[in-house]
């Protein structure tokens, strides 16, 4: 079995940060591309960041120079590191891994954390 738990989220006014992390844990073989993505209430989840196992990073437009996408490979956890925060960042924020791991018997699939909220402030 393999877990991806978020923590750090929040209440923060405009202009503010906040850090979250994604931990993954169990039977885990390797981690490859890992991400952060967010849902809004009555809108779709978007993208916000991507990282590889390289640490090759991608942003979403709206979060370029704020936000900052990172991993600690030794410790199978990935960071979003979010300055300069907006109402419009309030939203629930999920982390994505493709995750290999090895149980009974070897997979590989994607897995999501179950959120935390970020609720920005105006």
Known sequence: QVQ???SGGGLVQA???LRLSCDASGSI????????YRQAPGKMRE?????????????ADSVKGRFTISRDNAKNTMYLQMN?????D????????????RS???????????????????
């Open 84 to 88: 300069s925060l907006k109402p419009e």
């Open 47 to 59: 993208l916000v960041a991507t990282i590889t196992s390289g640490g090759s990073t991608n942003y």
């Open 4 to 6: 991806l738990v978020e």
């Open 90 to 101: 309030t939203a629930v924020y999920y982390c994505n891994a493709d995750i290999s791991s």
């Open 15 to 17: 202009g503010g940060s």
């Open 29 to 36: 073989v390797s981690i490859h591309d890992m991400g952060w």
């Open 104 to 122: 009974r018997t070897y997979s590989r699939r994607t897995y999501w954390g179950q959120g935390t909220q970020v609720t920005v402030s105006s």
